[in-house]
């Protein structure tokens, strides 16, 4: 038995243990169970005045079944011992296996790190102090240029209380907070519309936006990249050298490459990674991380959604591709260790592996001096959207903004830039990485397979030597 004392769960051990025995009463490697309450507020502000607010709370709990790379789940919201008893059949009847027969263990509480420090919880806070924040907000991006005609802003909270218990006898909870104000600001001259957007938060309180980014900060940057569109010029199109700027970019190392590593997707021969590790997969000037143990940072967890304690995940070094991001199950079928990265939605969700916190290592390169290096291209700050192919690695992503590189210097702005390539062979076209590593201000969100996970990502300064803009000029 470990000397940690056990964990409070919603509903008595032995209620616990009796579903567990039940789940696996038709053979399984494991079961487990996932006790989640969430409690979320949200508030819209749009016009100067709100626009909706909602609080809500939800709680229920997942009975999983594991048979192999087979996985039976059912779920309640009804925490009670015969609805747990009854999920729990359900979910052996899902993946059933009448081979095996597997004896539960003695509880064992599996100690979780204290990655989140909250000093102001949002929780805490009444409506007037919410609006009077949003306000601030609103007050900045209207006062930033007299083209901006419209500001949108969203604050929203929550707090998940998670305890989980497994036939190994792995017993643990936590607590995770997470916080994030979005801007959204819309800026006219005659005809012309044009967006700009950012956000910040992560898993913290109210201190974060006195501290590091207040809410003028991140809603008047909403506003200078609105008017940035209105004087920006169309882009260039065709093959030319790239330049990735630091944090944000970090967005295509999670979407073209990061995906690509995780370890379900590998293990089913599926991505282009698959195979390859001990391989040359990236110029030797890349390494790649995934790190869930930065405190406060959107993508961090104590614990991952198995029991397993988040690593610093080495995915590739010097160019090499060294592992992939591995859930419990993956890593028992791969031979190989769980990284703490096996995440799940909900409770009504089934873990899978996800990224956390992805990004690259800095290199030696002056940030500067990598901008001077180039004759003509492009220099892409921020992102938008973008969508992938995991098994190719193709990716097409547009970016928010960007500039013209002309004989080493940043001049016009850029409008409607769209890169166009595969991630794999971006990554061996990478011949400069800066010493500048930045990382996101917390406002991302990767969706996979139905389940969306917040995430964090950076990179530094990088210089592409080719790729494809999608642009209007010649």
């Known amino acids: ?79 009670t011992a015969e609805s747990l008893q009854r999920c729990a059949e359900s979910a052996s009847a899902i993946a059933r296996d009448s081979r095996a027969q597997v004896q539960t263990h003695p509880l064992q509480a599996q100690p979780t790190a204290a990655r989140y420090q909250v000093e102001q919880n949002p929780s805490d806070s009444d409506l007037q102090t919410r609006v009077a924040f949003l306000q601030r907000a609103d007050r900045a991006a209207r006062a930033f240029d007299s083209r901006i005609v419209r500001v949108q802003l969203g604050l929203a909270d929550e707090l998940r209380r998670i305890s989980y218990i497994n036939s190994d006898g792995l017993v643990w909870s936590d607590v995770q907070p997470m916080m994030t104000l979005r801007a959204s600001a819309i800026a006219a001259d005659g005809s012309e519309l044009r967006t700009g957007r950012d956000s910040g938060g992560g898993r913290i309180g109210f201190e974060y936006f006195e501290r590091q980014r207040s809410p003028e900060v991140i809603a008047g940057e909403a506003a200078r990249l609105a008017i940035l569109q209105l004087e920006a010029r169309p882009a260039p199109a065709g093959p030319m050298t790239v330049v990735l700027g630091p944090a944000d970019s970090g967005v295509l190392l999670h979407e073209a490459v990061g995906h690509g590593l995780e370890a379900d997707f590998n293990r089913k021969g599926l991505s282009n990674y698959s195979n390859r590790i001990g391989q040359s997969v990236a110029s030797s000037l890349c390494t790649v991380v995934d790190a869930g143990t930065f405190a406060n940072m959107r993508g961090s967890i104590n614990i991952d959604d198995e029991g397993n304690a988040p690593g610093q995940t080495t995915l590739i070094e010097g160019g090499v591709l060294r592992g992939y991001m591995n859930d419990s199950i993956s890593a028992r079928i791969l031979k190989t260790k769980a990284t703490g990265n096996g995440r799940r939605e909900s409770y009504a969700h089934l873990p899978m592996p996800r990224m956390t916190n992805t990004y690259m290592l800095a290199g030696q390169s002056d940030p500067e001096e990598i901008i001077r290096s180039v004759k003509r291209g492009v220099y892409a700050r921020r992102f938008g959207g973008g969508q992938v192919d995991i098994t190719k690695g193709d990716f097409v992503f547009s970016v928010e903004e960007s500039y013209l590189i002309e004989d080493g210097k940043l001049t016009a702005p850029l409008k409607g830039v769209t890169l166009i390539g595969n991630g794999p062979e971006v990554m061996t076209r990478i011949d400069m990485v800066g010493r500048d590593l930045k990382f996101t201000d917390g406002g991302w969100t990767c969706g996979k397979n139905g389940q969306s996970m917040p995430v964090g990502m950076g990179i530094p300064t990088v210089r592409v030597s080719e790729i494809t803009v999608g642009g209007q000029e010649r």
């Open 1 to 79: 038995m470990s000397s940690a004392a056990i964990p409070e769960l919603p509903l008595p051990p032995e209620d616990c243990l009796r579903a567990l025995a039940a789940a696996l009463s038709s053979g399984g490697d494991f079961a487990d169970i996932y006790f989640e309450e969430n409690i979320s507020t949200g508030l819209s502000y749009e016009e100067e005045r709100v626009k909706s607010a909602s609080h809500g709370v939800s709680r229920g709990a997942g009975v999983r079944v594991v048979i192999g790379d087979r996985q039976g789940l059912a779920y309640t919201d009804i925490l």
